[in-house]
T-cell receptor
Framework: GAGVSQTPSNKVTEKGKYVELRCDPISGHTALYWYRQSLGQGPEFLIYFQGTGAADDSGLPNDRFFAVRPEGSVSTLKIQRTERGDSAVYLC????????????FGQGTRLTVV | AQTVTQSQPEMSVQEAETVTLSCTYDTSESDYYLFWYKQPPSRQMILVIRQEAYKQQNATENRFSVNFQKAAKSFSLKISDSQLGDAAMYFCAYRTPQGGSEKLVFGKGTKLTVNP
C-alpha cells in the first residue's frame, strides 16, 4: 500500500474485554514496530518484528499484551482483559529492513477503555 | 538505559521567524542515530530530520537544521522561516546502533505554536 494502515482508527471497549488492533505495513517492509502513546507523552516501544519473528518484545508491559505477524506482513496487537490504563494511541511503523532505514508510521489506533 | 529529555513542553514563534527546540539524551554508546519527528493532530509521526552520531556535520533539510553536540549529548532542532503548517508536536528520538534493538526512544515532546 501507499502507507502504513492501521485499523480501526478509534476503538472504545469495556474494561475486561479483549481487543485486536491491526497494522498493515508498507508492501515489502520486513521490519514492523508497535508503540504506545499515552496522553501527553512520547511514544513508548512495545515490540519489534523482523519478518515473522519478534526480534525484541521487551516493551510489552505484561502478559495481557501479545502481538503476531504470521506471514511477515500484517500484524495484530492483542490485548486481553483490558484495563482503563490501557487507554492510549497505539502506533505502528514499518521500515524496509530495519538497521538504519527510515521507519514510516501509521496514524494510530486510539483505544479507550471505559 | 537510554533516555531522551525535552525540557520545553511548549514553544511559540511568529510566522517567518526562527525557533529552536531543545533535546538532550543519555547513552553510553558511541554510535547511534538521532531523529526529530513531527506529529500533527492527525497523529501520524513524520520524520523531519535525522543525524548519525559518527557524522560531525550537522544535518540540514531545507528550513530544518540541527545543532548536534555529541560531547554534551545535545541535539537541538532549528526551524527557520516558520510557517503555519509547522505547528505540531515535535519529538526527539534516539535509536540504538545498527545491529542492536531497533527501537526508538522518544522524549515527551514539545508543542510548537506558530502565530500569524
Amino acid at each position: 500500500g501507499a502507507g502504513v494502515s492501521q485499523t480501526p482508527s478509534n476503538k472504545v471497549t469495556e474494561k475486561g474485554k479483549y481487543v485486536e488492533l491491526r497494522c498493515d505495513p508498507i508492501s515489502g517492509h520486513t521490519a514492523l514496530y508497535w508503540y504506545r502513546q499515552s496522553l501527553g507523552q512520547g511514544p513508548e516501544f512495545l515490540i519489534y518484528f523482523q519478518g515473522t519473528g519478534a526480534a525484541d518484545d521487551s516493551g510489552l508491559p505484561n502478559d495481557r499484551f501479545f502481538a503476531v505477524r504470521p506471514e511477515g506482513s500484517v500484524s495484530t496487537l492483542k490485548i486481553q482483559r483490558t484495563e482503563r490504563g490501557d487507554s492510549a494511541v497505539y502506533l505502528c511503523a514499518s521500515s524496509l529492513q530495519g538497521s538504519g532505514t527510515e521507519a514510516f508510521f501509521g496514524q494510530g489506533t486510539r483505544l479507550t477503555v471505559v | 538505559a537510554q533516555t531522551v529529555t525535552q525540557s520545553q513542553p511548549e514553544m511559540s514563534v511568529q510566522e517567518a521567524e526562527t525557533v529552536t527546540l531543545s533535546c538532550t539524551y543519555d547513552t553510553s554508546e558511541s554510535d547511534y542515530y538521532l531523529f526529530w519527528y513531527k506529529q500533527p493532530p492527525s497523529r501520524q509521526m513524520i520524520l523531519v530530520i535525522r543525524q548519525e552520531a559518527y557524522k560531525q556535520q550537522n544535518a540540514t533539510e531545507n528550513r530544518f537544521s540541527v545543532n548536534f553536540q555529541k560531547a554534551a549529548k545535545s541535539f537541538s532542532l532549528k526551524i527557520s522561516d516558520s510557517q503555519l503548517g509547522d505547528a505540531a508536536m515535535y519529538f526527539c528520538a534516539y535509536r540504538t546502533p545498527q545491529g542492536g534493538s531497533e527501537k526508538l526512544v522518544f522524549g515527551k515532546g514539545t508543542k510548537l505554536t506558530v502565530n500569524p
